[in-house]
């Protein structure tokens, strides 16, 4: 079984063995004291740290070549090394290119010592044969063999969880780490590829992509249930947070991955879920309209508005369902706005405005849709048998007043679009505003409607309640609410 390593970076020896110690009640097999960010430190403060910590610690110091954190100069980094190396330690970091010459000599002062994995990082992707290469140096020169490169696609990512399987499969014992967002998957799937350990954030990540701890121990030993959500860009985006805090309530060896796609890698997800243990994921800008004609089956509302915004993925198959619609109905409800007979105005013409449109005529409302681009908003309207009004941004002004108004454009998002969906003018004339937007929690259409003094809301709410229907759909039974709120409203602060 993989060992669950928290990695500690602390500036001195004393604040290293206290979070070390505070890792490992927290269910941490494994250590890894980063030493290499400890300054000026002692024989006497290894020796106590070893004995304190040691035997369920790795001891690194790594090189600033290879992204240490430089407290150690190099030239005393040899001398650190060969000192650890005599100390009761469980396992000893050395580096294939920095300490090639001298791991030999580090390995046959260990007695019982330390096991010693030999680490190669790459400072850019690397190939993949390159990468295979590497793990084999690193195999041939120690106990266990550790790579880490960054990596840039979802392809490239499974490309390592291949390498580290075939490699397990054959008794080889190896860590294949690949760094950054997109690399997560190679964390996600270490106990499965039969890594020797996986390296968890616990104060804070020492690396782009790390899972944090109790996520990383969730997965130790138990057979990996992968979600995630699929777009581009994602960095907006809390949906992580509130599906986290639902599965560590609910003690499940689950994860929720960001993949940050383009279209063309879309099928992959689609074409391999064994191979990446994936159970479903949840779809947002620009891809809710494609996925729907890549999955095997739709659900009613995903049918009618050709737009997917959940997979489920069972037995081999498919299936593409539109929780948005679920959100926002419950949303409404939960607000206590009745739109039976009112006017809305819809802002957009994309997968999130067709589920609001969807939600607002089956109660009742009288709808229009502006948009920038009124050929797309002409489609959405074509797509319905209850009558839409299509209306061009400049000429909402002369419409109104609306009951209700909904954004449901990325504008506002968090590193998106900055400013207002529409003018403040044809703001002025609604009644109510929705906007789909939850990051900022205070967009730009909400604080001009709060200067307003008109009643508004974010989306917040549908984004919540979205998310518990699909939770339920990958896993079979309801979430813990109060979990998964608390932890979007803290992810917003």
């Known amino acids: 079984m993989t060992k669950v390593a928290a990695v500690i970076i602390a500036p001195d020896a004393g604040a290293m063995e206290r979070q070390a110690r505070a890792a490992l009640s927290r269910g941490a097999d494994l250590v890894e004291l980063r030493l290499d960010h400890v300054r000026g430190l002692t024989p006497g403060a290894a020796k106590h740290l070893a004995h ?14 290879e992204g240490g954190g430089g407290a150690v100069p190099d030239e005393r980094r040899a001398v650190l090394l060969s000192e650890l190396a005599r100390l009761p330690f469980a396992y000893l970091d050395v580096e294939r290119r920095a300490d090639g010459p001298r791991i030999d000599a580090l390995r046959g002062q260990r007695g019982r010592g330390p096991t010693t994995v030999v680490s190669e990082h790459f400072p850019r992707p690397a190939d993949p044969a390159d990468i295979a290469d590497a793990l ?20 490239d990512a499974a490309a390592l969880v291949d390498l580290a399987r075939s490699r397990a499969s054959k008794g080889g014992r190896c860590v294949v780490i690949g ?20 390296y968890a954030a616990f104060v804070n990540a020492s690396a782009s992509g790390q899972l944090a701890l109790g996520t990383a121990a969730r997965l130790r030993g138990r057979p990996p249930l992968v979600v995630g959500i699929v777009g581009h860009p994602l960095g907006h985006s809390i949906s992580p947070q509130i599906h986290e805090a639902a599965f560590a309530a609910a003690n499940l060896p689950a994860v929720y991955l960001p993949f940050d796609v383009e279209a063309d890698d879309l099928r992959l997800l689609l074409d391999a879920p064994d191979r990446l243990r994936l159970h479903g994921f949840n779809v947002t ?3 809710k309209e494609t996925v729907a004609g890549l999955v095997d089956d739709l659900d009613g509302d995903a049918e009618a508005l050709g737009a997917v915004n959940t997979v ?22 939960s607000l206590g706005l009745r739109v039976g007979g009112r006017s809305a105005l819809v802002v957009g ?8 449109v969807h939600v607002l005529l089956r109660e009742g409302a009288k709808v229009a849709v502006g948009s920038r681009t009124p050929a797309r908003a002409e489609r959405l309207a074509e797509s319905f048998d209850d009558p839409v009004d299509v209306l061009e941004l400049e000429d909402l002004g002369s419409r109104g007043p609306w ?5 449901a454009t990325p504008v506002g998002t968090k590193g998106g679009e900055p400013g207002l969906p529409v003018p403040d003018g044809v703001l002025r004339r609604a009644k109510f505003v929705f906007d789909l937007v939850y990051n900022p929690p205070e967009t730009p259409l909400l604080a001009a409607a709060k200067r307003a003094g008109i009643p508004c809301t974010s989306g917040l709410t549908m984004l919540l309640h979205q998310a518990a229907k699909a939770y339920e759909l990958w896993l079979g039974s309801p979430p813990d609410m109060r979990a998964m709120e608390t932890a979007a409203k803290e992810a917003l602060r």
């Open 179 to 198: 760094m950054g967002a997109a690399g997560m998957l190679t964390r996600a799937l270490a106990d499965d590829a039969g890594q020797e350990i996986q």
């Open 285 to 287: 800008i620009p891809h």
């Open 403 to 407: 009951d209700l108004l909904v954004n």
């Open 52 to 65: 304190a910590v040691g035997r369920r610690a790795i001891a690194t110091v790594r090189s600033k070549a």
């Open 136 to 155: 084999e140096a690193c195999a041939a020169l120690g106990d266990v063999a550790k790579v880490a490169t960054p990596v840039e696609d979802l392809e």
């Open 312 to 333: 489920v993925v069972a037995d081999g198959w498919t299936k593409g369902h539109n929780t948005d619609v679920y959100g926002f109905r419950i949303a409404l409800r």
């Open 349 to 356: 013409a994309g997968g999130a405005a067709r589920a609001v």
